[in-house]
């Protein structure tokens, strides 16, 4: 089992930053991807970026540019960086954790195996 808890969240003004960090225990070793999502009101919880355990990233068109993965291995921390943050960004933002991720195709949300509680990410005009 893994447990996942996300911090960081906030309000801030359009153009600012936010980092987001998501701590991680419990069987990490079985892990291969670590992503974030984000939900917005009357939407479908979408991905925003992933991260393998190679270091391989990838991330949604929306974000390219402006927001970061990273991972803290000796925290045992997943970060998500967020700059020049537009109102559109606005929504619950989820850590999760995939244990047979394979970078030959996709992987649907339901495919990951553990997930955070979620934080709150509010940009205003």
């Known amino acids: 089992q893994v447990q996942l808890v996300e911090s960081g969240g906030g309000l801030v003004q359009a153009g600012g930053s936010l980092r987001l960090s998501c701590a991680a225990s419990g069987s990490i070793a079985d892990i291969n991807a670590w992503a974030w999502f984000r939900q917005a009101p009357g939407t479908l919880r979408e991905l925003v970026a992933v991260?393998?355990?190679?270091?391989?990233?990838n991330y949604v068109d929306s974000v390219k540019g402006r927001f970061i993965i990273s991972r803290d291995n000796a925290e045992n921390t997943l970060i998500l960086q967020m700059n020049s943050l537009k109102p559109d960004d606005t929504g619950i933002y989820y850590c999760a954790a995939h244990e047979r991720y394979t970078s030959n195709r996709s992987h649907p949300k339901q495919e990951y195996d553990y997930w955070g509680q979620g934080t709150q990410v509010t940009v205003s005009t």
């Open positions: 991260i393998l355990s190679g270091g391989y990233t």
